[in-house]
């Protein structure tokens, strides 16, 4: 198929496939509603606001009409909802898969990709990854360690040097098509571990660079969660508000 050049090859890939098991939910977390709207929703917007070639949701199958039906509701547009697979490295797989069907993938092709519920995402945190990853390479969000960290179970067993520890936070953002080929190349033991695009790339040798998070861009996982996130939203709407 032929290629279409793109204005600028930046693909937003938003992994939407939790179940919310964590969150104790009757329904997949990332359609709770804070602030009266879904987290989805919320999350979407920030990406709307930013110069992507085109944004995919990958949703679970179940809920692509779901979720369709949710943007026309908030009055979201070009987003593109397909169904994701049962892990990220699937959903990342199939996101790529589109855009060669479509004919939108080559050699710069760049995906970011991010978490559906992370929805206080910024658009600096967006634009740098992107820049970062156009003059360096892949790179993922990260935040100082402001707890200690230690390895073990029942049992302290090594405590680390908390100045030298990130907290690794999305968008994590890489050529798809280098993605697709390190991917392929691991063995089924490494895709196992390789639950995270970062340590994806380090299993290859590659170097991955940091961007700055936010204390604010935590994954919305437990009940807990929601409790920050329906106050951080007021909080966010009153600032607003107050720079009109």
Same mark, same amino acid.
């Given at each position: 198929m032929e290629v279409i050049f793109l204005k600028n090859n930046r693909v937003a890939v938003i992994a939407a496939g939790g179940s919310g098991s964590r969150m104790g939910a009757s329904l997949p977390k990332q359609y709770i509603k804070i602030g009266g709207e879904p987290i989805i929703i919320h999350t979407? +917007?920030?990406?709307?606001a930013c110069d992507f070639d085109r944004i995919l949701a990958l949703v679970p199958i179940d809920y692509v009409?779901?979720?369709t039906e949710l943007l026309k509701e908030y009055e979201i547009s070009g987003v593109t909802v397909i169904s994701?697979?049962?892990? +990220?490295?699937?959903t990342i797989l199939k996101a790529i =898969?589109?855009? +060669?069907?479509?004919?939108e993938l080559d050699a710069s092709t760049i995906l970011l990709t991010h978490d559906s519920v992370r929805p206080f995402v910024t658009r600096r945190i967006i634009e740098e990854n992107l820049e970062v990853c156009t003059s360096s390479g892949t790179c993922t969000t990260a935040i100082p360690?402001?707890?200690?960290i230690v390895m073990g179970g029942e049992e302290v067993e090594e405590i680390f040097d908390r100045s030298k520890m990130q907290l690794v936070q999305t968008p994590q953002t890489f050529k798809a098509l280098r993605f697709e080929e390190i991917y392929s190349s691991l063995t089924d033991e490494q895709k196992e571990l390789a639950?995270?695009?970062?340590?994806?790339?380090t299993l290859a040798g590659e170097k991955v660079y940091t961007v700055s998070g936010d204390m604010a861009n935590i994954?919305?996982?437990?009940? =807990?969660?929601?409790?920050?996130?329906?106050?951080?939203?007021?909080?966010?709407r009153k600032k607003a508000e107050l720079e009109k």
């Open positions: 979407l +917007r920030q990406f709307t009409k779901y979720t994701g697979g049962k892990t +990220r490295n699937d =898969s589109f855009l +060669r069907e479509q004919g360690a402001t707890d200690t639950t995270d695009c970062t340590r994806l790339f994954k919305l996982t437990y009940q =807990s969660d929601i409790a920050f996130a329906e106050g951080y939203v007021k909080w966010l």
